[in-house]
């Protein structure tokens, strides 16, 4: 850690950046421990995420959530989330903050992060000892909680993009993998114990006669781990300055058959180039020349912002798509697995008299479930550990490609036969379905943008610095889809179990999906040799 800590970490990036945008410099090599500290922000993440999925559920029922509230609670946060994602990588693109590009975004979102966990596991506690009058204390509770949970959705469904962005910045093409995968390992080794922590019965035991409640606990534990990782992740590797990347660098002459039309846009830019003549800092940045006010209003546009979106090359758009594809999938069993144990496999009935037998197998069901969902977590943890061994035989293509499969026969036996141990032992199918979600997809972005390096070194003088591209708005291009997998996931699922008048349909539903994945990832996603 000590020879790449500290100061010395910005003079090298300082330095490197000053080569030049007509130059790329790979950046040095990572220790494993400052890759190992850049991963604990997914460890906190995904932490919490678990938390959530053990009580958030509880939590809304405890306030007295109308049913009819439920689907705004779940839709609003991937909503704003698809819609602004790609203006906040936009954002980090062109960030000029001291501190870097990617932590400001982080920091700030991880704060919202653990301001929604405080406002939905306390807002009823909170609103109780401030308001006497039991309507308004009912308003009030219903009303900061549900704003604590959609505040924590989009804070935790927005920070990755971000996050990876700031891998991919700092690390050397050979150490964007082994990030990668420190990434899938600690995700789920964060959704393992949590939700470990969130299936023990706080209330009999003494920190939770202490705290209060179990909530109070679970926000005591969450917030203790999401400060920490964060406060590690933060601190990991330096990033230089977007500033001192262009300072310094005079305006360079291109070849003219580089030379861009006034009518001419690449995906993740704006016109860099005329009359023959590139500007560094706008290659970087991806503007024309501009007073600074004006700059920052032309790059936040969302007109360029669509435009660049639109006019992404084929197989970033294919890439996305396939993306979109896999989390739809796995959503789609995973937000309804719990249900699914609880009335189809125990047999149980979530609306039977809460003392009779048919309500305790379901809620007996959901407790087993809630293991189905760690061990998920815990193979997928396992599974990240073997991917690169796994990986030098089959490649990023046969990776992708066994996710998928496996993930879809998988939940359609686990719908066809559905047994207690045998969907136990195939819930670690939902964990290599995970980590390749959390790994191929952005590996394959490494490989792409490595490629149009390469090509750019290749075109006489260089070639224009790719850096204009703005490597977070690929990332954010392709984390909006989980944003939308999450919208299609409950707008249409909640029709579809009303169709079919069972759940069994939502686990089929993500097998079909996944098979059908399996097939485009193989015949239409582009990969690097």
Request: glycine share 10%; with cysteine; charged share 15%.
């Amino acid at each position: 850690m000590g020879g790449n800590s500290g100061q010395g970490d910005l003079h090298t990036y300082k330095s490197l950046a000053e080569v030049g945008p007509l130059g790329s410099v790979e950046p040095p090599k990572r220790p494993r421990s400052r890759l190992i500290m850049h991963s604990m922000a997914m460890f906190g993440r995904e932490f919490c995420y678990a938390v959530e999925a053990a009580y958030v559920t509880p939590v809304l029922l405890s306030v007295g959530l109308p049913k009819s509230l439920y689907s705004v609670v779940w839709l609003l946060s991937p909503i704003l989330g698809f819609l602004l994602q790609p203006v906040v990588g936009s954002a980090s693109d062109h960030c000029r903050s001291r501190w870097g590009r990617r932590r400001p975004f982080i920091l700030t979102l991880g704060l919202m992060m653990l301001l929604g966990l405080a406002l939905y596991l306390n807002g009823d506690t909170v609103t109780s000892a401030l308001i006497a009058n039991p309507r308004r204390k009912l308003v009030w509770a219903i009303s900061v909680t549900m704003i604590g949970v959609v505040l924590f959705d989009f804070a935790a469904d927005f920070i990755d993009g971000p996050i990876k962005a700031y891998l991919f910045d700092v690390c050397s093409h050979q150490d964007k993998e082994r990030g990668l995968h420190y990434h899938a390992f600690f995700t789920g080794f964060g959704g393992a114990l949590g939700y470990t922590l969130g299936a023990i019965d706080w209330a009999h035991l003494e920190l939770g006669r202490v705290l209060g409640t179990e909530f109070q606990v679970m926000f005591f534990f969450s917030s203790l781990m999401l400060t920490l990782c964060f406060t590690i992740h933060l601190c990991s590797i330096p990033e230089a300055p977007l500033r001192d990347v262009a300072k310094d660098i005079p305006p360079q002459q291109v070849p003219q058959d580089l030379v861009l039309s006034d009518g001419m846009y690449e995906y993740g830019s704006i016109k860099k180039v005329k009359n023959g003549f590139v500007n560094p800092e706008l290659a970087i940045q991806g503007e024309k020349p501009q007073n600074p006010a004006e700059q920052t209003r032309r790059r936040m546009t969302m007109k360029s912002l669509l435009r660049a979106l639109v006019s992404m090359p084929p197989h970033y758009r294919y890439l996305c798509i396939s993306h979109l594809i896999g989390w739809t999938a796995f959503l789609s069993n995973m937000l309804f697995f719990t249900d699914f144990m609880g009335q189809i496999v125990y047999h149980g009935d979530p609306y039977g008299a809460h003392n009779s037998t048919e309500f305790l197998m379901y809620e007996r069901g959901v407790e087993v479930g809630c293991w189905g969902l760690c061990i998920n977590s815990m193979f997928s943890s396992f599974y990240s550990y073997l991917q690169k061994a796994i990986g030098s035989y089959i490649g990023l293509k046969g990776l992708y490609f066994l996710g998928y499969l496996l993930f879809g026969l998988g939940t359609g036996f686990i719908g066809l036969f559905p047994n207690v141990y045998s969907t136990l032992v195939l819930c670690s199918l939902f964990g290599v379905m995970s980590s390749t979600l959390y790994t191929v997809p952005f590996n394959l972005i490494a490989e792409y943008h490595r490629e149009e390096e390469q090509e750019r070194q290749q075109l006489p003088g260089g070639g224009p610095d790719g850096s204009g591209r703005g490597k977070g708005v690929d990332c954010a291009a392709l984390t909006c889809m989980v944003q939308l997998a999450q919208i299609l996931v409950g707008g249409g699922l909640g029709f579809l179990v009303n169709m079919a008048g069972s759940v069994v349909v939502v686990v089929i539903t993500a097998s079909t999906v996944a098979l059908i994945g399996s097939c485009f990832v193989a015949l239409f996603v582009r990969y690097v040799d």
